[in-house]
Antibody, heavy 114, light 109 residues
Framework: QLQLQESGPGLVEPSETLSLTCTVSGASLRTSSYYWGWIRQPPGKGLEWIGSINYSGKTQYNPSMKSRVTVSVDTSKNQFSLSLSSVTAADTAVYYC??????WGPGTLVTVSS | QTVVTQEPSLTVSPGGTVTLTCASSTGAVTSGYYPNWFQQKPGQAPRALIYSASNKHSWTPARFSGSLLGGKAALTLSGVQPEDEADYYCLLYYDGARVFGGGTRLTVL
C-alpha cells in the first residue's frame, strides 16, 4: 500500500530556507511514471500547489513561487524534497507531499517565526 | 494568473442531491484539464475522490460522481449523508502546472 510521510523542522526563522522531505513506501520513485509533489495550506485557508517532480528529475513549479522553490528527488532513498527560500510568515502552513492521482501524506505544520 | 473558481459554500439536506462546480478563468474545462476532486474534513489531510473528471478511487463512495457540465467540472453527491459535511476542492492541470480551486464548504443541514 502506498504511503507518504513528510518530515522536517516545524519552525523556521524568517529569511531562512524551509526544507522538507517526503519518504515514499509501497512504490518505487525510480520506476514510477507519476509526478510527485508538494502542496501547502495556510491555517484556515485553501490548498496551494507548490511544485512537482518525476523520477527523471523533471520539475514543474507554481509560477508564483518558482523563484524560491526547488523540488528534488533521491531515488536511492525513495524520497523527494522541497526547498523554499527566503521564507516569511506568509509561508506558515501545513505542507503536504502527494502523488498525482490522489495519494497524500498526513501533512506537517511549518511555522515561520523568530 | 490562472484562477479556478468554486462555490464558496453550499447547503444540502440529508438525503438530498447537490452539485459542486469548478470553473477555469481560461475558458471551458475539458477532460484535458484532468479534473480532480478532494474532500477535506477538519484537522485531516485532503482525500482524493475523483480523478480525470469522472473516475473514482477504490475508496470513493458510490454516491459521489464526477462529470463535465456546461463548461465546468462538476462533483455531484446523491443521497447526501451527514458525514459528507466537509470542504471540497477541485484541481485542474494546465500544461505542467496545477491549480486548486478555492474550495466549497458543504453544510449538511
Amino acid at each position: 500500500q502506498l504511503q507518504l510521510q513528510e518530515s522536517g523542522p516545524g519552525l523556521v526563522e524568517p529569511s531562512e530556507t524551509l526544507s522538507l522531505t517526503c519518504t515514499v513506501s509501497g512504490a518505487s520513485l525510480r520506476t514510477s511514471s507519476y509526478y510527485w509533489g508538494w502542496i501547502r495550506q495556510p491555517p484556515g485557508k485553501g490548498l496551494e500547489w507548490i511544485g512537482s517532480i518525476n523520477y527523471s528529475g523533471k520539475t514543474q513549479y507554481n509560477p508564483s513561487m518558482k523563484s524560491r522553490v526547488t523540488v528534488s528527488v533521491d531515488t536511492s532513498k525513495n524520497q523527494f524534497s522541497l526547498s523554499l527560500s527566503s521564507v516569511t510568515a506568509a509561508d506558515t502552513a501545513v505542507y503536504y507531499c502527494a502523488r498525482d492521482g490522489g495519494w497524500w501524506g498526513p501533512g506537517t505544520l511549518v511555522t515561520v517565526s523568530s | 494568473q490562472t484562477v479556478v473558481t468554486q462555490e464558496p459554500s453550499l447547503t444540502v439536506s440529508p438525503g438530498g442531491t447537490v452539485t459542486l462546480t469548478c470553473a477555469s478563468s481560461t475558458g471551458a474545462v475539458t477532460s484535458g484539464y484532468y479534473p480532480n476532486w478532494f474532500q477535506q474534513k477538519p484537522g485531516q489531510a485532503p482525500r482524493a475522490l475523483i480523478y480525470s473528471a469522472s473516475n473514482k478511487h477504490s475508496w470513493t463512495p458510490a454516491r459521489f460522481s464526477g462529470s463535465l457540465l456546461g463548461g465546468k467540472a462538476a462533483l455531484t453527491l446523491s443521497g447526501v449523508q451527514p458525514e459528507d459535511e466537509a470542504d471540497y476542492y477541485c484541481l485542474l492541470y494546465y500544461d505542467g502546472a496545477r491549480v486548486f480551486g478555492g474550495g466549497t464548504r458543504l453544510t449538511v443541514l
